[in-house]
């Protein structure tokens, strides 16, 4: 009877089972013949209606035949139903969490980092830091606090903070006092600052970063989404020594689709992957390739859903010559210290304290509270670059381009000194910000004088708007200023006005702001999908970072754009 039914069946109309990701604009299939399950089970139920057109068979016959059919078909795949239907049950058990506060350490080594041609990179001797995450999430909303630790780097961020109300997105950065805002859900680079948090780990090939969205990491409220899968279908898996091995293409980056590769337990009736990797193809954009495997263990729950509390990460530079040897980049570890079901989550939780905010960004406006100064470097002293007019410093017009600041000293405390050099810099720039109506003194010398003449001036803080210019707003029609800026491939000068006569788009952006290494994303795609626009269009992404290391190893990837330094 078995034989029968399945002689009656027309090939053409056999299931088939998929490898598709309809992340990417372009369909991704591998097809391999496969019965489903779950297709055949949802026929069965109107099996008493169809009876008349298969041998004449009752239904209740046809239901269990059916369902012995299934336990063929599933043990001929490879697992195959087993692992997708415990993968969704994995993502179900993780929606009914509805709040959670997870503690975790996160230990990080970087192997040296080699230069441009030669020039030096950020991590000239190799880095280490430890980060400590606090993260709590209440159905949709969400906040996350990362505190970083370096013995070799001083400038390192020391403590950053991102939350989402469900309405307003913010982010803060504990050094250089900016707060970043932006209206709905934005999305920080590696998704929560830490591309390991154990509660998404489990799932890391669901990650969404792609082409079109390199910065759209995976986040643990993204899983509320029914439509997370979005269409993806595991394929077969192989089994060895009671480990299933599994491999699938992931979304396209640099043109090229990821590869995901998982090993999971065969026994394990949860979806617990033991390890989880993904190679990123540079497609001739780099000599290597890039490939990180995340090993996952001690495996503990909350409720239904089960997620590791250890991981270990390992990246390699893949060299596209296959006569080299690979060669270890980096090596991680992410251990759990806590996690809780907190009963009630106040509102407030997910809303960043303004009022320690020195500039806030949103919307591309920056607002804040500082005194107006711009100071930059010439040789060893720190002078006045620019002076925003509509500025406390602006309207007291005490100071002048070209003076040198030696001390700054907030309202009756001891002054401090200030020097020249990568971390001092950032240091004067924030003691300058504070709180509205807060007075700052600034010890400096007068252009051109010797420091006999040193005087001192007390400013009161004020909203400060306008720091990208002179403090004045650019309407339709004016002339461009000729702003100068350094190319940091190379550290030349240029001005705006060595492009004249062609189009230029220039795109003002942070390593701090997380919004706006979307739009750098936006201007590589633009790029690439004009052509005709090669010698007539100029692409300018203009960084304000007060130093040139942090853009420098951000930009390395933004291939076609012009990186420059503005401020």
Known sequence: MLSKLLAGRDDDRDPVGTVCHFKSSTLICSASKTYSCRHMTHNAVNAENAQAKISGMPASPLILILAILCGISAAARGQNAPLQIRLEKALENARSITNVEIQYDDLLWMKKLPGERGEPSGFTNGFTRTMHVRYVAADGKYRSECRFESPQTTNITTFIETAFDGKLWSEFDGRTGHLVQQDGDGRPPGG???????????????????????????????????????????????????????????????????????????????????SI????????????????????????????????????????????????APTLASMGMVTVMSIRIPTEIPDTTFRLDESKAAHIWNAGETKGYGVGLILGEAGSNVVVKRIIADSPAGAQNELDVGDRLLAIAESDEQAVPVHAGKAELPRAIA??????????????????????????????????????????????????????????????????????????????????????????????????DNPNWKDKVVLIAASVDDTQTLPRNTSRRKVGIKPTMYG
């Not at 480990?243 to 998982?262: A, D, E, K, M």
């Not at 729950?301 to 596209?320: E, R």
């Not at 940091?488 to 952006?509: C, M, P, Q």
């Open 192 to 274: 929560e600052h830490s591309p390991f948090s154990p509660l998404i780990q489990p799932f890391l090939f669901l990650s969404m970063a792609s082409d079109d969205c390199p910065v759209c990491g995976l986040r643990f409220t993204d899983l509320r989404s029914p439509d997370i899968l979005n269409g993806l279908i595991l394929p077969d898996a192989k089994r060895s020594n009671g480990v299933l091995h599994l491999s699938f293409p992931g979304l396209p980056r640099f043109g090229v689709n990821q590869l995901w590769s998982i090993a999971i337990d065969d026994a394990d009736p949860d979806f617990t992957p033991r």
């Open 277 to 324: 990797s993904r190679t990123i193809y540079f497609s001739g954009q780099s000599p290597h390739d890039f490939q990180a495997t995340y090993a996952l263990s001690d495996y503990t729950n909350l409720g239904a859903y089960h997620f590791p509390t250890k991981l270990a990460s390992t990246t390699f530079h893949v060299p596209t010559n296959k006569l080299l």
């Open 431 to 528: 003691r300058l910000q504070g709180a509205k109506g807060s007075a700052v003194h600034l010890t400096f010398v007068p252009s051109g004088k010797d420091d006999s003449h040193t005087r001192v001036v007390t400013l009161v803080r004020g909203e400060v708007r306008g720091r990208l210019s002179d403090g004045w707003l650019l309407t339709n029609g004016m002339k461009a200023p000729d702003i100068e800026m350094v190319v940091l491939s190379n550290r030349t000068s240029e001005h705006l006005s060595d492009y004249a006569g062609k189009i230029v788009v220039l795109e003002f952006w942070a390593s701090w702001c997380s919004p706006c290494q979307k739009s750098m994303a936006g201007l590589q795609l633009d790029l690439a």
